[in-house]
């Protein structure tokens, strides 16, 4: 098992930058791939980044794409998310998430963070 902790939330201006990290506790972190997710109230749970296990692959959801980027370091055990030029419509509570394969769907992510608050003014 797997467990995950998200931090670096906030409330920052449009235009701005955060940076979102993710800490797994657990030897076996470095076998998984990670995924980014977020969502707001009333909505399904959206795609944000992908990235596979040795960090070669990625992926990113259209929203986010040339704004985010998704990294690990294995030898941590984190995953960050650099969001940059946000949005308003980038206000949501922000997952991270593992899994076994490559997937922009979160019922194929196995464990998942509480989520940290990411809110953009206007």
């Known amino acids: 098992q797997v467990q995950l902790v998200e931090s670096g939330g906030g409330l920052v201006q449009a235009g701005g930058s955060l940076k979102l990290s993710c800490a797994a506790s657990?030897?076996?972190?470095?076998?998984?791939?990670m995924g980014w997710f977020r969502q707001t109230p009333g909505k399904e749970r959206e795609f944000v980044a992908y990235?596979?296990?040795?960090?070669?692959?990625?992926d990113y959801g259209d929203s986010v794409k040339g704004r985010f980027t998704i990294s690990r370091d294995n030898a941590k055990n984190t995953v960050t998310l650099q969001m940059n030029s946000l949005k308003p419509e980038d206000t949501a509570v922000y997952y991270c998430?593992?899994?076994?394969?490559?997937?922009?769907?979160?019922?194929?992510?196995?464990?998942w963070g509480q989520g940290t608050q990411v809110t953009v003014s206007s």
């Open positions: 998430a593992v899994a076994n394969y490559y997937s922009s769907s979160p019922n194929d992510y196995l464990y």
């Open positions: 657990g030897r076996t972190f470095s076998r998984y791939d």
């Open positions: 990235i596979s296990w040795n960090g070669i692959s990625r």
